[in-house]
């Protein structure tokens, strides 16, 4: 079964801190990958989508990707208290399957 | 900014009713799907649809549920007997095309379904 694993948390930084988040996946041959945003109640928001290893910076929010280590995070600089939400790793694996799996998300709070 | 659209924003039924979700897809998205999120647990993949047909379902998907495209924009997710633990958000997603994978999926405001 394919998974994708991520604290749950919470995760708590003081306001204009760096906020690190992180995922694992168990599909060696993933893909594709994503962080999305949800505040409670509220549907999930794609923030960042990263293909290739390495990092991939828009803004405030830096994806990286290590597909060795089947690891992929998401960083916040200069964490905002609007920022604090859940965050949703998602993976589409291999096999011909297109659907991206979400993980249970990691609560962030950011405490002015 | 396109967006998905999703009827109702919260339905109430009674266990063993039928009831219809509703998305309107960004138009000219090609695959669509239906998620949903029960309180508090993960976002779990229900179906995908493409080209009028079902392309991929997981094993919650079962013969209670179906979906459909009665025309060229509204996509439905019909749940035939509802039971007590169908209570959930339920999320519809679309996404252009998968061209080597790299698509992303941008997902309505969801319909919060209360089974009473």
């Known amino acids: 079964q394919k998974e994708v694993e991520q604290n749950s948390g919470p995760l708590s930084v003081p306001e204009g801190a760096i906020a690190s988040l992180n995922c694992t996946y168990s599909d060696r041959g993933s893909q594709s990958f994503f962080w999305y945003r949800q505040y409670s109640g509220k549907s999930p928001e794609l923030i960042m989508s990263?293909?290739?290893?390495g990092d991939k910076e828009d803004g405030r929010f830096t994806a990286q990707l290590n597909k060795a280590s089947q690891y992929v995070s998401l960083l916040i600089r200069d964490s905002q208290p609007s920022d604090s939400a859940t965050y949703l790793c998602?993976?589409?694996?291999?096999?011909?399957?297109?659907?991206?799996?979400f993980g249970r998300g990691t609560s962030l709070i950011v405490h002015p | 900014e396109p967006e998905v659209t999703q009827t109702p924003s919260h339905q109430v039924t009674q266990m063993g009713q039928e009831v219809i979700l509703r998305c309107v897809p960004i138009?000219?998205?090609?695959?669509f799907y239906w998620y949903r999120q029960i309180l508090g647990q993960k976002v779990e993949f229900l179906v995908s649809?493409?080209?009028?047909?079902?392309?991929?379902k997981s094993e919650i998907f079962d013969d209670q549920f179906s979906v459909e495209r009665p025309d060229g924009s509204n996509f439905t997710l019909k749940i035939r007997s509802t039971k007590l633990e169908d209570s959930a958000m339920y999320f519809c997603?679309?996404?252009?095309?998968?061209?080597?994978?790299?698509?992303?999926?941008?997902f309505g405001q969801g319909t919060r379904l209360t089974v009473v």
């Open positions: 990263i293909y290739s290893n």
């Open positions: 138009s000219n998205h090609l695959y």
């Open positions: 997603a679309s996404s252009t095309e998968i061209q080597d994978l790299n698509t992303e999926a941008f």
């Open positions: 998602a993976v589409v694996a291999s096999g011909g399957s297109y659907i991206p799996t």
């Open positions: 649809f493409y080209n009028n047909e079902i392309s991929e």
